[in-house]
């Protein structure tokens, strides 16, 4: 099983600041690598896949990158509706597996 | 718009046996994988199981295996999930989705969830 590590836990910035999140696998996962964002209360919405695709209605604001085992999501300008949960995901083997979350908070 | 409404979440006790429904509409289902993930009360999400568009491949984590299984109904329209064998850690919220046309396994959309408590 691919275990992927997030980091920070939690990472605390102000809105308009660039926010830099971290995934690492235990193995490389050949850019097969996702993103979700979920508030709370809601489900988990897909924010990029492939590593660095955007899916639909997701705003340039959101980047991602990488390869191998070590993986970024980047949100170059922080909007106040972007504070959430973010999970990575992969897909380059069975089982499918998550991180186990960064939370970004408000500073 | 794409619409995934998921049903079934209950109460039950250990050794119990559940089945989840998501009715999925404003899409060609057929066309689709489709997949469920849970998540625990205050914890991160978690695959459970996924199918391909004719159900011949069937997919589950380990920690389900033999207790859980996934079907679908094209004519229909639903996904489902028979849950047996159920014991405490499988309570979470249950999250039923779709599976991305281009690029298989990324999960867009979700459905609202539906909360399975086990518990006696």
């Known amino acids: 099983e691919i275990v992927l590590t997030q980091s920070p836990a939690t990472l605390s910035l102000s809105p308009g600041e660039r926010a830099t999140l971290s995934c690492r696998a235990s193995q490389s996962v050949d850019s097969q690598l996702a993103w979700y964002q979920q508030k709370p209360g809601q489900a988990p919405r897909l924010l990029i896949y492939?590593?660095?695709n955007r899916a639909t209605g997701i705003p340039g604001r959101f980047s991602g990158g990488g390869s191998g085992t070590d993986y970024t999501l980047t949100i170059s300008s922080l909007e106040p509706e972007d504070f959430a949960v973010y999970y990575c995901q992969q897909r380059r083997n069975w089982p499918l597996t998550f991180g186990g979350g960064t939370k970004l908070e408000i500073k | 718009e794409v619409q995934l409404v998921e049903s079934g979440g209950d109460l039950v006790q250990p050794g119990g046996s559940l089945r989840l429904s998501c009715a999925a509409s404003g899409f060609t289902f057929s066309n689709y994988w489709m997949g469920w993930v849970r998540q625990a009360p205050g914890k991160g999400l978690e695959w459970v199981a996924s199918i391909n568009q004719d159900r011949s491949g069937t997919y589950y984590v380990d920690s389900v295996k033999g207790r859980f299984t996934i079907s679908r109904d094209n004519g229909a329209n639903s996904l489902y999930l028979q849950m047996d064998s159920l014991r405490a850690d499988d309570t979470a919220v249950y999250y039923c989705?779709?599976?991305?046309?281009?690029?298989?396994?990324?999960?867009?959309?979700w459905g609202q969830g539906t909360l399975v408590t086990v518990s006696s």
């Open positions: 492939d590593t660095s």
């Open positions: 989705a779709r599976q991305y046309l281009t690029s298989p396994h990324w999960f867009d959309p």
